[in-house]
């Protein structure tokens, strides 16, 4: 039983971090908070010297359609850092909610955890790459 007013989580995400590499593992229903909540762990987390995210849905049921506007916010906050983030194992039915707000548009899809891992590290060395042709 819950108290009225008392707001109660529907969702959780544990964040593992590998040297320039996050992996969050989001479960449960994402709503506009829990994905500002994301955000915000994200950006302390670049802050560090991290680059490269990694979102696995496998275990969200869920989407609810203003979570979109601050995933989409946060690619381009990553993005303008150098960062990349990579969407990885959604459902079926989460993959349409994301079609339908259009970020396969702006953020990159994944099928698994590996080839988004890849995706991640080979977008780093493109940018590792770059830097080194241009000096």
């Known amino acids: 039983m819950t108290r009225v007013g008392r707001r109660v989580r529907t969702?959780?995400?544990?964040?593992?971090?590998?040297?320039?590499?996050?992996?969050?593992?989001?479960?449960?229903t994402l709503d506009r908070s829990s994905i500002e909540d994301l955000v915000d762990r994200l950006r302390g987390l670049a802050s560090?010297?991290?680059?490269?995210?990694?979102?696995?849905?496998?275990?969200?049921?869920h989407v609810h359609f203003q979570a979109l506007d601050p995933l989409l916010r946060m690619q381009r906050t990553l993005q303008a850092s150098g960062g990349k983030l990579v969407l990885v194992d959604a459902s079926p039915y989460v993959r349409?909610?994301?079609?339908?707000?259009g970020v396969p548009r702006h953020v990159t899809m994944a099928e698994d955890k590996h080839q988004a891992v890849w995706q991640v590290l080979q977008g780093g060395e493109a940018a590792l790459e770059l830097q080194?042709?241009?000096?």
């Open 132 to 135: 080194t042709t241009a000096t």
């Open 48 to 61: 560090q010297g991290v680059r490269g995210f990694v979102c696995s849905l496998e275990r969200v049921h």
């Open 96 to 101: 349409q909610i994301l079609d339908f707000g």
């Open 11 to 28: 969702s959780r995400v544990l964040v593992s971090v590998r040297g320039s590499l996050a992996i969050a593992y989001c479960e449960g």
